[in-house]
């Protein structure tokens, strides 16, 4: 069944192929570029909100939670907004002390954030225990999921990931219920399998690249990190490769409501729908290469840095070949620096600052020393020259963001890159499922819905006969 299914999408034509000769699709979309355009300054005019953005570049408060919060700045009696270190608080409690107390009785952390964001409680030992061996016994797939996995023709894990959370949706005898305990259930079902559908997904792809399929089941009674490794790459890696993958998906676990992923779980969550159908939305925002693909941008920036600065000690080599990219005459012409700025931490992304302490340790144990200290080095002298020459202009101070670190460690733990952005799906989901929980748990619920300014001129309707 599998080798005739393969064969017959192969030799279906792409389905686009129907329209891409076609001279009406081509007229349509010269028009585009028009009819698309509004300029910028009706947004100042009509008071308009552009990105939900206000003019001091902070967020439009649309909505509130007790889920998560992200503070990058103070704001005095006056509204003046005064730059502090970054925080990032699950449930009332800093990230940093969550992972600072799993760091010093030398354990994983990461089943303790769920729980935690999940119930708005921090477990005892014992209820810790309890809710990790439910998490690792859940990672098991359904063998008809498995065998859908292998049978997907594709290349991009993101889409597996959101076909394959549509089809749970069949699976569960109550997919629409929406009561709490209903809730936390598909909640901890989808947290415990999105690494088993990632992992899967990786290697079926693999598979049809012509190498080995590895399909290994989940163990009981081990942590998701080690688990999504193992699955990912057989016993091939170290208690730290387990430690620094924990810690990741710790971070990364939830930001607040305003992330546009969460912010779309949270919006199609008010409509009522079911749980499968709004994560799949919330998996659709991710993929966009400006929300869950950043850290991809900057590996691939850095290594076009490498190769350009043939000494990576070199202060004054650095500085030049980052002022190119500033002045939009190196790498893309952006005039960007990828992993440098954020919208709302300011001095310091509390994530960055985690991430970058264990990466240390990680790069002395895979001989990579050299290639952090090129990073650290190139953090400080991208921020500088950013201050220096952009700094005054957007009148905004800027630090480096967890994308920065995020690629360069995941690659010493030896994951590939398209799995890059899987990850973060399977730390987020936890902060999505949290919103979704309280979204739908308010006493007073109500749709959001946004209201948008038409710009359009007002023009009188022309009979077909006299259109030209």
């Known amino acids: 069944m599998f080798l005739i ?48 953005r206000n003019e001091d570049h902070t967020g439009v408060v649309v909505g509130l939670t007790k889920v998560g919060d992200v503070v990058g700045y103070e704001r005095d009696a006056e509204g003046k907004l005064t730059p502090i270190p970054g925080r990032l608080i699950y449930r009332g409690i800093s990230l940093e002390d969550i992972v600072k107390g799993a760091q010093k009785e030398d354990r994983l952390g990461f089943e303790e954030v769920v729980y935690l964001i999940l119930s708005g409680n921090l477990p005892s030992r014992e209820e810790l225990k ?15 999921i498995v065998m859908h996995i292998l049978d997907l023709v594709g290349k991009d894990i993101m889409n597996y990931l959101s076909r394959c959370v549509l089809e749970l949706y ?17 909640s901890v079902n989808l947290i415990a399998t999105f690494p088993t559908i ?4 990786h290697n079926a792809i693999r598979h049809g690249q012509g190498k ?43 930001h607040g409501g305003g992330n546009n992923s969460t912010f779309t779980v949270r919006v199609t969550s008010s409509t009522g729908t079911d749980t499968y159908s709004t994560i799949a939305a919330g998996i659709g925002s ?7 693909g950043a850290n991809l941008k900057v590996i691939d920036m850095i290594q076009t840095i490498k190769s350009e600065v043939k000494d990576w000690t070199s202060v004054e080599e650095i500085d030049n070949y980052l002022c190119k990219i500033l002045n939009k005459e190196a790498y893309d012409r952006t005039g960007l620096i990828y992993g440098i700025g954020h919208a709302i931490y300011t001095i310091s ?28 080095l190139l953090e400080e002298r991208a921020i500088f020259n950013f201050m220096e020459t952009k700094g005054k202009n957007v009148n905004k101070q800027v630090c480096a963001n967890v994308d920065f670190y995020s690629g360069f460690v995941y690659d010493m733990i030896g994951l590939p890159q398209e799995i890059y952005t899987p990850l973060f799906a399977m730390a987020r989901i936890v902060g999505w499922t949290a919103h979704r929980i309280e979204e739908l748990n ?14 359009a001129d007002v023009r009188e309707y022309i009979p077909i006969d006299k259109r030209e």
Do not use: W
């Open 130 to 144: 309890e809710f990790s061996g439910v998490i690792s016994r859940t990672m098991d797939l359904n063998p008809k």
């Open 286 to 292: 991710l993929k966009g290469p400006l929300h869950g």
């Open 212 to 254: 080995s399929l590895h399909i290994r089941h989940p163990q009981p009674d081990v942590s998701l990190a080690e688990n999504f490794l193992y699955m990912m790459k057989g016993r091939h890696y170290t208690p730290l490769d387990v430690k620094i993958l924990d810690l990741a998906m710790m971070v990364h676990a939830d």
């Open 170 to 186: 069949t699976f569960d005898e109550n997919p629409d219920d929406t009561t709490p305990e209903n809730l936390i259930k598909q």
């Open 349 to 376: 992304d509390p994530r960055t600052v985690l991430l970058k302490e264990m990466a240390r340790d990680l790069a002395i144990e895979k001989g990579r020393e050299a290639e952090y200290n090129f990073y650290t």
């Open 5 to 52: 299914s393969t064969i017959d999408k192969q030799l279906k034509p792409d389905i686009m192929d129907r329209l891409k000769d076609s001279e009406t699709i081509k007229k349509i979309s010269k028009t585009v570029e028009t009819t698309c355009n509004i300029d910028n300054e009706l947004f100042k005019t009509f008071n308009v909100k552009r990105g939900l």
């Open 442 to 455: 308010f006493k007073q619920k109500r749709i959001i819905r946004p209201a948008y300014k038409n710009a």
């Open 198 to 201: 990632v992992a899967y997904a």
